[in-house]
């Protein structure tokens, strides 16, 4: 059973109550309003207002586009777990260092404006290319094919974080990226807490409840209530994974990296807030 509580917390009211700093209590966030984009994982018409216009005048964060989050970026290199040549972006500076996955058919643009907002915030941030993958100019262009290891490219980043000063590090991803991280923590990538945002269940042909129940690092695991597939995960989570853990469902039906990109602001702000406070105790 969830239990619903409002925190004290400086950033919107999503549902959790710490306990401790090792042991969270699950919470659950109901938000005010549905998104026009109802359920399903599908970006907003082309005939219909623009997102984005929408979340930059109701976002209760600062707006940062494509151009300004280039500006903050480092590019790199660095060689994937099969000796592939992977390109990413490096963004700011701190003690705790995030590795952000993308979805599939994606590219590490699809984090590129959340990753230059938690560089401001005080984070270390990488975003990469999966391999084979190729956006192409200012973005990057990975070498390689996707065999079905290149979770194990996790690692690699890890370690390009970790040699840029973090001491702590944080692996994440939207839809197959997170389901990428929580696999690979399973199996012993040394990291320090997962941001699972909107995943599947079978990666690896292994069920999440096997995958999580021996991962003991800290784990926000987030899900638009109408993603069906995604949303049926939680109570799985709510089960199975061991404390600390913190499960975050939002009123939305968009997937992965499109909840901040086309979901209500107001939604995609407590995506960013739940963010935020879980790497505060990092």
């Given amino acids: 059973m969830r239990t619903t509580v409002k925190p004290p917390s400086r950033r919107e009211p999503y549902l959790l109550e710490?306990?401790?700093r090792?042991?969270?209590?699950?919470?659950?966030?109901?938000?005010?309003?549905?998104?026009?984009?109802?359920?399903?994982?599908?970006?907003?018409?082309?005939?219909g207002p623009s997102p984005s216009s929408a979340a930059v005048s109701e976002s209760r964060f600062p707006e940062i586009d494509d151009e300004d989050a280039l500006a903050m970026a480092t590019p790199l290199?660095?060689?994937?777990?099969?000796?592939?040549?992977?390109?990413?972006?490096?963004?700011?500076?701190?003690d705790v260092g995030v590795v952000l996955a993308h979805m599939?058919?994606?590219?590490?643009?699809?984090?590129?404006?959340?990753?230059?907002?938690?560089?401001?915030?005080?984070?270390r941030v990488l975003t990469f290319n999966s391999r084979g993958?190729?956006?192409?100019?200012?973005?990057?262009?990975?070498?390689?094919?996707?065999s079905g290891d290149d979770w194990q490219d996790l690692q690699p980043a890890v370690d390009v974080v970790r040699a840029a000063g973090s001491n702590r590090v944080v692996v994440g991803g939207a839809s197959i990226g997170a389901m990428k991280s929580l696999y690979a923590l399973g199996r012993g990538l040394d990291a320090d807490g997962l941001?699972?945002?909107?995943?599947?269940?079978?990666?690896g042909l292994v069920p999440v409840r096997?995958?999580?129940?021996?991962?003991?690092?800290?784990?926000?695991f987030i899900a638009g209530e109408y993603d069906t597939d995604a949303a049926a995960l939680l109570p799985v989570f709510e089960r199975v994974a061991p404390d600390p853990k913190l499960i975050v469902s939002l009123d939305t039906g968009e997937h992965g990296?499109?909840?901040v990109r086309f979901a209500d602001p107001a939604v995609a702000d407590q995506l960013r807030g739940a963010v935020l406070d879980f790497l505060e105790d990092i």
């Fill in 18 to 20: 710490k306990m401790g």
């Fill in 195 to 203: 941001i699972w945002v909107s995943g599947f269940d079978f990666y």
């Fill in 257 to 259: 990296t499109d909840i």
């Fill in 133 to 146: 993958t190729c956006p192409g100019g200012p973005y990057g262009c990975s070498r390689g094919t996707g």
């Fill in 210 to 220: 096997r995958q999580v129940r021996d991962v003991t690092v800290p784990k926000l």
């Fill in 104 to 123: 599939l058919r994606g590219d590490q643009t699809q984090w590129l404006e959340f990753a230059a907002f938690l560089a401001t915030e005080g984070y």
């Fill in 22 to 47: 090792s042991s969270w209590l699950v919470a659950s966030v109901l938000l005010l309003s549905i998104t026009a984009c109802g359920a399903g994982s599908k970006a907003p018409s082309e005939s």
């Fill in 77 to 94: 290199r660095f060689d994937a777990a099969d000796g592939s040549r992977l390109e990413g972006l490096l963004f700011g500076t701190g």
